[in-house]
């Protein structure tokens, strides 16, 4: 066996070094099957005998590509393995300062499979498993870059690089704001988008007989339009991309049985075609999310009676994340779930944003605007909480 093996090898290096050889230059890989540990094989001598590993009617000479035996080629597979393959790659993640966060990775392929974590490129020592876990992290985290190195017998290759956000104890989570409005100008007809975001969307105020300026907030009592000039392209842009969305509001409602589907804020041509709206339905809200499963009205998500509630500050929070699933959050607290199926594929980016009323009729809301945050994400429950405990 091993004069053929040697004949086997100096046949097939004579194809891939000889020039005078008719298959040069060859591109073959010889392995050494006969010392693989628990394999074995048969060989049959006689073509019409019992078929065994070597009764193929081929001679290493040949020339073109086949195999010389099934149960070699069979046995170099299965000892070499499936390479490893990531097929989930780690996310950036927000947390809140001395908070937990966590980072997986997803990886397919022949087992085992070695896992490596890695902080700014640097080898975390004893995190080895596919989940990274960190607790109690400190604000000196923020900004951080985690990845993790995969490898098995065939493979070994390192994951994209995901961020940690840190938010510190007497911030807001501002992490994936695209538009910001706190309110505070005490005059002027512009309501000023401050988030870190290029391309601001400011707000223009059409009639300043139905506004009043407070020294943090924006009184509304009559039928004004505040809408932005051009389409809101900004929020087009960055919600369609990540197909999830936090409105955040802080709010004093009217209370008043005759605000009856009176916008808030909304992003929208009418009240049957919008992207998303905010309204107050007699002592409710609600928001309608259009996707590309529900009609252009959107699909509605409603909170309890909150009459309670009303001639109050309150916090607002409505979410819809990567599963399908909207949240109604009031003062930290979840008051409303729903599944609502689909994508942004279908929003009208020709929509203006705008706030107090509905474009092309008259739909005004009675209250005041002390803070509004649009995100291009789902914000965490404790991410909300958080911010309800920062105030306003």
Not at 5 to 12: C, E, G, L, P, T
Not at 72 to 91: E, H, R, S
Not at 194 to 219: F, R
Request: proline fraction near 3%; glycine fraction near 6%.
């Amino acid at each position: 066996m091993n004069t053929f093996n040697n004949n086997v090898i100096s046949m097939a290096m004579d194809r891939v070094n000889n020039p005078l050889n008719d298959a040069y230059p060859d591109n073959i890989s010889v392995v050494d099957i006969q010392n693989i540990p628990g394999f074995t094989y048969l060989i049959s001598p006689d073509p019409n005998g019992t078929p065994g590993d070597m009764n193929d009617q081929l001679h290493p000479n040949d020339k073109g590509y086949t195999k010389l035996a099934n149960a070699w080629f069979d046995a170099i597979k299965n000892y070499l393995g499936v390479p490893a393959k990531i097929t989930l790659q780690p996310q950036t993640v927000s947390a809140i300062e001395g908070n937990s966060v966590q980072f997986k990775v997803t990886v397919e392929g022949s087992q085992p499979i070695s896992y490596q974590w890695k902080k700014n490129g640097n080898n975390i020592v004893g995190e080895i498993n596919s989940t990274l876990i960190l607790n109690n992290i400190p604000i000196s985290e923020n900004g951080s870059s985690y990845s993790c190195e995969v490898s098995n017998k065939t493979a070994s290759l390192e994951s994209d690089t995901a961020k940690l956000i840190v938010t510190n104890l007497n911030d807001r989570v501002d992490y994936g704001e695209i538009v910001h409005y706190d309110f505070n100008e005490g005059f002027d007809t512009k309501i000023h988008d401050t988030s870190i975001i290029n391309d601001s969307l400011n707000l223009i105020i059409n009639s300043e007989n139905d506004v009043q300026w407070q020294p943090k907030s924006l009184d509304s009592f009559g039928a004004s339009g505040i809408n932005s000039q051009n389409p809101a392209t900004k929020l087009f842009n960055y919600l369609t991309q990540s197909d999830e969305m936090t409105f955040e509001i802080w709010l004093k409602a009217k209370n008043s049985a005759a605000q009856n589907l009176s916008r808030i804020a909304t992003y929208s041509n009418s009240q049957n075609d919008l992207n998303f709206s905010l309204l107050q339905n007699q002592y409710q809200y609600e928001f309608r999310l259009r996707t590309d499963q529900t009609d252009n009205s959107g699909k509605a998500l409603l909170s309890n009676s909150l009459q309670s509630n009303l001639d109050k500050i309150t916090h607002l929070v409505y979410t819809y994340d990567a599963e399908d699933t909207a949240r109604l959050f009031v003062n930290g607290n979840l008051v409303s779930i729903i599944e609502i199926k689909g994508s942004f594929a279908n929003w009208d980016s020709t929509y203006l944003f705008g706030i107090a009323n509905e474009f092309n009729e008259s739909l005004s809301w009675l209250g005041s605007y002390f803070l509004l945050g649009i995100y291009d994400r789902a914000l965490s429950n404790s991410e909300i909480s958080h911010n309800y405990s920062i105030g306003v």
